[in-house]
């Protein structure tokens, strides 16, 4: 008797792919029966996504600062927007000569400055930290001198960084780079920098606070960052590159001023300058009393 062949499933046997199709109805129906959370239920919790995020990136990225005064004009103008690159100290980076840095007030330099009075919009970004405090005291200056540095500017004459002058193209017309208050030559502690505005007859700079408990000096662990790029408003963006005088040949030769015991331009001893003056001024009376012998012995 022939056997008819087999379906491959006995009768009434489920199939697969119809658990399939009636899983995926009953997914569906359920889609269908949840209804979708509203636009503004969620807008909070984007809003406060955001803020956490701008708030991490604030806190260890970028950070925006308002330009106060002109003490760096024309580098930066009154009102200015620049973004501080908060990144790299964190990874032990320190200022390089020429950056431009912004840099908790080290010693009361901003003492009797008016402090503006922030609006409304400023003071919520302030307290979410998007913003600084109109509390806090920060500068803005170019870095002229790193730790182990010597430095010094002489009235008429340019500013000297280990024996280099510097071409400061970036100077404000008409100023010069510090006939209003020449100093050193003076070598620049471990962990310090000196720090210059390039609106040189118009900034309370180091120059003008070498009395003071940091003689002048910023401490590294005060600076913020690193001014990189002015922001704000879009038709003054530009970025704030270091200019080419401070990667002149020798610039970085701290040991070499040191060494000969002299001040950055070799004009002016430090360190070992007292030795020095003694041996200039014994040479005289060694060859005085030399002449004297021989004089004496050729008349006998």
Not at 53 to 67: D, P, R, Y
Not at 164 to 172: T, V
Not at 264 to 281: C, D, I
């Amino acid at each position: 008797m022939a056997v008819g062949a087999r379906s491959g499933r006995d009768e009434g046997e489920e199939r697969p792919d119809d658990a399939v199709e009636r899983e995926t109805g009953k997914d569906g129906e359920e889609a269908a029966a949840r209804p979708h959370r509203s636009f503004w239920k969620e807008l909070p919790l984007l809003v406060g996504i955001a803020l956490l995020l701008a708030l991490l990136i604030k806190t260890f990225l970028v950070q925006a600062f308002s330009i106060p005064s002109d003490s760096m004009q024309n580098t930066l103008q009154r009102g200015d927007r620049v973004l501080v690159d908060k990144l790299t100290p964190w990874f032990g980076s320190e200022p390089e000569r020429g950056e431009v840095v912004v840099f908790h007030d080290p010693a009361n330099w901003l003492s009797g400055e008016p402090t503006p009075e922030p609006n409304f919009a400023q003071q919520i970004l302030s307290k979410i930290g998007l913003m600084p405090s109109a509390d806090e005291k920060d500068l803005i200056k170019r870095t002229i001198a790193i730790g182990g540095d010597t430095v010094e500017c002489k009235k008429g004459g340019p500013v000297v960084v280990n024996g280099k002058p510097l071409d400061e193209p970036y100077i404000f017309p008409g100023n010069t780079p510090c006939d209003d208050a020449p100093f050193g030559p003076i070598t620049v502690p471990k962990g310090k920098i000196w720090v210059m505005g390039d609106h040189r007859q118009n900034s309370q700079d180091s120059r003008y606070h070498m009395q003071d408990s940091t003689q002048g000096f910023v401490p590294v662990d005060k600076v913020v960052g690193r001014a990189v790029v002015v922001a704000w408003p879009v038709t003054r963006w530009a970025t704030l590159p270091v200019p080419e005088t401070f990667d002149q040949p020798g610039i970085g030769n701290q040991a070499a001023a040191a060494a000969l015991g002299l001040g950055a331009s070799g004009l002016a001893p430090v360190g070992l300058g007292p030795a020095a003056l003694g041996l200039t001024g014994a040479v005289p009376l060694v060859m005085w009393r030399r002449r004297r012998l021989t004089s004496g012995r050729t008349g006998r």
